[in-house]
Every structure is written in C-alpha cells, then in structure tokens.
C-alpha cells in the first residue's frame, strides 16, 4: 500500500497527562531506556546504554543548537505580543551566516496576538541595544518579520542570546525556567539553528561518551535544524492530505565518506532527525546516480520522493553517487532541504537503529517509529505506559533496532 492512503488512526494512542515529563530528571543518564529486538523488550537506564550497542557501531548525533527564538514586545498600549523566529526568510540555508549577520535580517515567524499588531514597527529596548520588528509580508503558515537594530556590529546570535527565550515545546504547558537553558540542550550542541531540541540526545551525558569510546563506540555528527513543524500533528484522514514540513541539513563530504566506509558495522542513529538527514542521503544519492548533471535544488528531498523514486541501489552506491555529485560541483558541505517522510512500509536504507523518546499520539515522529519496529510500536508503547517511563521531550527514551 502507498503511505498516502495510511489511516492516521491507527496510529494513535491514549496518553495520560501525568505521563507528559514536565521537567528533566536531575541527571541527564539517569532516565529509562527501552531495549527493543527481534520483537523482545528489555528495561535499562541510559547510563548502561553502551552494553546494549555491539562494538564497532556508529553513532550519528545530530548537533544542532535551540536558538532562544521567542521575543517579547510590547505595543504603545502595553499588549504584549510574542514573534516565535521559525526559520530565516529567503534562499539562504546556511543558517551559521544567516546567524552572523549584522544590522538586519527577515524571518518567517508565528506571532502571538498578532490582530493586537497595530504599529507599524515595535521595540525591544535593552540597556545594550535597540531591537525594531516590522511585519513585511505573510505566508500562508507564517509571518515575514524584518528585524533591525542598533548598534548595529551586534551579530543576530547576540541578539537572539540577550533578548530571546527559549522554545520548550508547548505541551509542556509552562514558561521556560532558567533550567531549560541548559537542559533543552544537548552537551555536543554547536551549529546554532533549531527551534525544537533533538531530544534522543538531551540523555547523553560525559560518562556515556566515555563508555562508547571504551567499547570502540564511534560517532559522527551531522546538522539537521529541527523546525516547529515537527510538533505538528496530522489532522487529516490519511497522509495524502498532511503536508510534511521541511528542514534543512548540513552534512560535510568527510561525514558521507565515514558513513559509507562504515555501512558494515551497525549505524545507529541518536534522534528521528538523525535518521531523517541520512536516510535523506541515501535518496539524495539515488538522483545524484540518476543525472550528475543535477543542481543542489534538484537533489532536495520532496516529501514522496522515497516511494516514488527507484530504491534498486544499494546504500553504497547511493552514497558513492553522491559523493562523486558533491566533488564534480567542488562542494565540502551538503546544505539543503528535506522533506522526506518515513513511515510504513518504508524499509530503512542507511541505519540498522533507532534511539529516540516516546512521542506523541498522531505525530509523524510515531509514524517514524512505525515505519523502523512495523506493528510492534503499539506493544513498545503500552509497556512502556504500562512500566511508567516518562513521555516526549523531557522523557525516557528507547534503543530501537530494526526488524
């Protein structure tokens, strides 16, 4: 059966408000950890995680940095409207540059209140800066926000790191806490980009990357800068109706080349948006094999594009195909979109596992883990309710290997 004719209600659940993690655990390696294979499910702690991965894996975590991306302004009258910063406005996907800009910059946004918006420009005022927002165009799901300030050598990062707060995810129901700034974040977080975390990550603390490397536990990173959209249920009947949203990824040649001298060894991707960005590779691969005469826009992932395209090449040859697309157009870094969709019967191409936390009921990330365990999720998570483990991104999680 095509993916577009899945009932979303069969992936549904009833999660229990009490089950919804509010706050994380005083340390990060101490939440549960799920052990699912060859359809047997174990408990253990994420502190143990290293005896349950065989020696020689590889691990890809994805290190993406959550920007503070909620601002606050007030209008003349005192109304207090928030612009949530999405993802930068226009062509640009290097999102380091579009964070080191000066002077001025145009985002796509979500603005809370925005019918209270009645001036034309409102200000945040620091004692260190000046910081204007004015509404330049909408979408259909978006706001085009310009922002300028003064003085105006401050990069956006800076702006964001003084004025903004951080983006928990909404379920959580409460404001952020001075907790979040660092536990909302994972410890190898470098490329500033994201407005949600990659939360299979917030468990890994010092002494599990310790016990990986003890064991000759590799790991590899890649970028994929987790948008708003991934806490976007699907209301539609089936999911030829829902529109996956689309992230962008940044995957230098070095990482490609380890993925494809390791496809021997057990690749383990920490985080759905891991498994997103190198199961994109595998298809960017597979049109790069197609026509090297490709441009970058061409080689972007729409999101059918892994039921429709040919899936006859082997994982080594797509990536070898991509490889040799990224040397004849002389590029180190691959920065572009992804809107693939993984969900039954997508087989996996690239990784052999999954660890990830439990996610929301109707959610594409279940879809995810659907498509990666087939059927088993419903007996995961109902033992998993069933054993008190603690759900979404404040949660315990799971090692998922695939059937």
């Not at 207090?80 to 579009?98: R, T």
């Not at 129901?173 to 407005?195: C, F, H, M, P």
């Not at 693939?340 to 087989?347: E, H, L, S, T």
């Amino acid at each position: 059966m095509h993916p577009k004719h899945l009932q979303i209600k069969n992936f549904t659940y009833d999660l229990p408000e009490d089950k919804i993690a509010k706050y994380p655990l005083p340390e990060r390696d101490l939440s549960k950890l799920l052990i699912y294979r060859e359809g047997k499910i174990e408990n253990a702690i994420y502190r143990n995680i290293s005896e349950y991965i065989p020696e020689n894996s590889l691990l890809i975590f994805n290190n993406t940095k959550v920007i503070l991306a909620r601002l606050f302004f007030y209008t003349s009258t005192g109304v207090k409207i928030e612009i949530f910063c999405l993802e930068p406005a226009g062509e640009n996907k290097d999102m380091a540059s579009v964070m080191s800009r000066t002077n001025s910059v145009r985002w796509n946004c979500m603005i809370g209140r925005a019918s209270k918006w009645k001036e034309k420009i409102l200000e945040h005022k620091t004692d260190n800066f000046i910081l204007s927002a004015e509404i330049i165009d909408r979408t259909s799901d978006a706001f085009v926000i310009e922002f300028n300030w003064t003085p105006e050598q401050l990069s956006f990062a800076e702006i964001l790191d003084q004025a903004g707060m951080m983006p928990i995810p909404p379920y959580l129901k409460r404001d952020s806490e001075e907790i979040d700034l660092n536990r909302y974040q994972t410890l190898y977080a470098k490329q500033e980009g994201s407005v949600a975390a990659p939360t299979a990550g917030l468990h890994f603390a010092q002494t599990i990357f310790e016990k990986l490397k003890a064991k000759n536990i590799s790991k590899e990173e890649v970028t994929l800068h987790v948008g708003a959209g991934t806490f976007k249920p699907v209301k539609s009947e089936t999911m030829q109706e829902h529109e996956m949203h689309a992230e962008v990824i940044d995957v230098r040649r070095e990482t490609i080349q380890n993925i494809l001298d390791s496809l021997q060894q057990n690749i383990i991707a920490v985080g759905t948006t891991s498994l997103r960005t190198i199961e994109s590779l595998y298809w960017m691969g597979v049109k790069a094999k197609l026509n090297l005469e490709f441009s970058l826009e061409d080689l972007e992932i729409k999101q059918w594009d892994a039921y429709e395209l040919s899936n006859k090449e082997t994982a080594a040859d797509a990536l070898q195909s991509l490889l040799i697309w990224m040397k004849k157009n002389d590029l180190s870094r691959l920065i572009c979109k992804t809107q693939i969709m993984i969900v039954p019967p997508y087989q996996l191409k690239i990784a052999n596992a999954l660890i990830t936390n439990f996610h929301q009921p109707n959610s594409t990330l279940l879809l995810l883990v659907a498509a990666v365990v087939s059927d088993d999720w419903k007996n995961i998570y109902m033992h998993a309710l069933k054993n008190d483990f603690r759900f979404l991104s404040y949660g315990d999680g799971s090692l998922l290997f695939g059937k």
